[in-house]
C-alpha cells in the first residue's frame, strides 16, 4: 500500500499545499517589487499570471496537442 492510497494522507498533503498557496500569495504583501509595467506592481498578479500560463498550458495541451499525438486505441495491434 503506498503513501498516497491512504486518503488522510492526501488530505494532509492537500492541506500543505493550500497553505503554501495563501503564504505565498500573502508576501505579496511584505516585499517591494521592481516593477518595469505599471501592472506589475498590482496585488497578486504574479499569482494571477501564474494561474492563467497554467490554465492555457492545460487547454493548449488538451485541445491542440492531444489531438495532434494521440493514437487509435489498436494502434499496435
Known sequence: MGVFDNP????????????????????????????????EDRFGFYSLYGFVACVILVLVAKYILRPLVMRKENHYD
Do not use: E, G, M, S
Open 8 to 39: 488522510r494522507n492526501v488530505q494532509r498533503l492537500l492541506y500543505i499545499f493550500y497553505t503554501c498557496v495563501i503564504l505565498l500569495f500573502a508576501t505579496d504583501l511584505i516585499y517591494h517589487k521592481h516593477a518595469i509595467f505599471p501592472w
